[in-house]
């Protein structure tokens, strides 16, 4: 029988005739005499020789050194967050449930021209927005992989109606809500587009306050109950960016991390630990082709940035249209993203429980701010399933000098 003399220790296997190497065991192997100095070990006969197990302690002077090969996947850092107890092992399968998902859709987005997956489905969505074949499909991908994560009880979707209470045989405890293929507008254009997700626990309670109309079942309507809670209650979210590269940013309360999908490997490889924004940035990204809709503390707010001022430089506009893209160049370079209400849309167009609420907590993350101008975002009251509220996410000192303006 082995004996373990110390926690860090490395199993070497000894042969008079071969050397094996494990690296993903991070084992040493070496070859010695049968006659070498005697330790614990254990012998197994064989045709050409002993074999020996032994435990070694690791030398105190070593210095190891990081392979040129070694690469951290994403399934790797799930199960060392877990092994650490920072998640359970619960959502850690239902993250690569997602991840799994986001593989899937990007492959769709990449071949949407020559799978004949572009253009309008013919249909329109609970939000009154033409619904296009790849919101339709993506929307079945996410909610597939969801359900057969058998982790998750109540999903809800940006394109549904309701949220989906999973099949009892299948179903776990976690609420996951998501906008499956956020900037769909821009599918055509081969323009950058994403899928946006928050992971909530079950909720018993809720402050929305549900119609009894006939409408909703039972079992619906404990969907809305659960899922209708604050940002301030999310144990994870992210947003996976399809663009030149397919980019997975995530955060389980813990800091936020970025993964590249490596397409010679199929799998996300973290490439960013701790992304920070910066405290301050120069680039805003407003549509401002709303400009004569909005009230005036917020144009006063837009003119002034375009102010060249002392410096002589004044902020550069940048907005692609989708919020995936605008907000993962804001997270990297700092600035204001923003999508506020005017006189078309009373209350902004962006949904708080798919976009807002995840991108918020995303951004408190890295040192970041999100607000709907006068009130923190994580902190709003979900008062139905499909709420929008106005958004202004970046770097604290432009979503802060924005608030001034707004007050």
């Known amino acids: 029988m082995v004996s373990a003399t110390t926690a860090a220790s490395h199993l070497i296997f000894s042969s008079s005739q071969s050397i094996s190497r494990f690296s993903p065991l991070q084992t040493l192997a070496s070859c010695s005499s049968r006659h070498g100095p005697r330790r614990p070990h254990l012998s197994v006969a064989g045709a050409g020789g002993g074999v020996r197990c032994m435990a070694v302690a690791e030398g105190t002077g070593a210095t190891k050194k990081k392979s040129g090969y070694e690469i951290e996947t994403l399934t790797n850092w799930l199960l060392k967050q877990e092994q650490v107890g ?3 092992a619960e959502l850690t399968i239902v993250l690569s449930s997602i991840s799994m998902a986001c593989k899937q859709i990007a492959s769709l987005v990449q071949r949407a021209s020559i799978s004949n997956l572009t253009g ?16 339709v499909v993506s929307n079945e991908v996410f909610s597939n992989c969801l359900r057969s994560s058998g982790r998750t009880g109540i999903i809800a979707s940006e394109e549904e109606d309701v ?9 776990g405890n976690y609420i996951v809500v998501f906008d499956p293929l956020d900037g769909s507008s821009n599918i055509d254009a ?13 909720n018993d309670e809720c402050f929305a306050e549900i119609q009894e109309d ?15 809670q604050p940002g301030n209650n999310l144990l994870a979210a992210g947003y996976c960016m399809y663009s030149s590269s397919v980019i997975f940013v995530l955060t389980i309360g813990k800091g936020v991390y970025a993964f590249t999908l490596d397409p010679m490997f199929g799998e996300f490889v973290l490439t960013t630990e701790q992304v920070q924004i910066p405290k301050s940035g120069k680039i805003y990204s407003f549509n401002e082709g709303n400009y004569q809709l909005w009230d005036d503390k917020l144009k006063k707010y837009i003119d002034d940035l375009k102010d060249p001022g002392p410096t002589g430089k004044p902020y550069s506009s940048r907005y692609i249209g989708s919020l995936v893209g605008d907000f993962h160049r804001t997270l990297l370079y700092g600035g204001i993203y923003g999508y506020p209400r005017d006189k078309k849309s009373k209350n902004g167009k962006l949904r708080l429980l798919y976009e807002c609420a995840p ?16 009130h923190r975002i994580l902190d709003i009251e979900p008062t139905e399933i499909h709420q929008r509220v106005p958004l202004y996410i970046g770097s604290v000192d432009e979503v802060e000098k924005l608030e001034k303006y707004l007050a």
């Open 190 to 202: 081969a323009v950058s587009t994403g899928s946006i997700f928050g992971i909530y626990s079950p």
């Open 86 to 88: 920072t998640i359970d």
């Open 120 to 135: 309008v489905q013919g249909a329109v969505n609970v939000q009154g927005e033409d619904q296009k074949k790849l919101d």
């Open 359 to 374: 991108m918020s907590f995303i951004v408190e993350q890295a040192g970041g701010k999100g607000s709907d101008g006068h």
């Open 163 to 171: 949220p989906v209470a999973v099949e009892e045989s299948y179903s």
């Open 214 to 228: 006939g409408t909703l079942d039972t079992v619906e309507q404990r969907c809305v109950v659960n899922v209708c």
